[in-house]
């Protein structure tokens, strides 16, 4: 049996590497998920217009500092816009009449959803919906409008000066 465990513990400490690597992955996959929610955290509500790039797991930050992740999101069949819902860190008193906004980081940079806090002195609390929100820009299509208005004013000129 010894000579059989020296002849095979490279073959055993691979396998033992494979093993806590998959452990340490489940374990990551489930946190990014949104799975691994802080315990207690307080459940609100916000509908955005496009929720391009937010998905389950997505941050939510408050002056670029984490705050929650997002938990759920689903197409609201009257209004046809996205409900997202948001898990949010217990401990964080965000005033009731805060904004929400889906931004990103740069433009290859990661999506999440910004919250802006207001004025008021009552704090969200379970259940609550931000009604102030500003979904996802598309910035392929703003690069698009550039491209196709820069070249828009030089064929102008060319129908002036086939004018008679």
Request: charged fraction near 15%.
């Amino acid at each position: 049996m010894k000579s059989l465990l020296r002849e095979n513990i490279g073959e055993a400490l691979v396998g033992l590497f494979v093993i806590l690597f998959a452990i340490w992955f489940v374990w990551f996959a489930y946190g990014a998920t949104g799975g691994g929610a802080k315990a207690g955290a307080i459940h609100v509500t916000a509908f955005f217009p496009n929720s391009t790039g937010i998905n389950v797991g997505s941050d939510v930050r408050v002056a670029g500092m984490k705050v929650g992740t997002v938990a759920e999101q689903a197409l609201d069949p009257q209004s046809y816009q996205v409900k997202v819902k948001l898990a949010l860190d217990p401990a964080l008193k965000l005033p009731a009449d805060s904004s929400a906004a889906i931004t990103s980081e740069g433009f290859l940079g990661a999506t999440f959803i910004s919250l802006i806090p207001g004025g008021d002195t009552v704090s969200l609390k379970e259940g609550d919906t931000i009604a102030d929100t500003q979904g996802a820009m598309d910035l392929m299509g703003m690069v698009g409008q550039f491209i196709n208005k820069s070249g828009g004013s030089s064929g102008s000129s060319s129908d002036e000066a086939a004018k008679p």
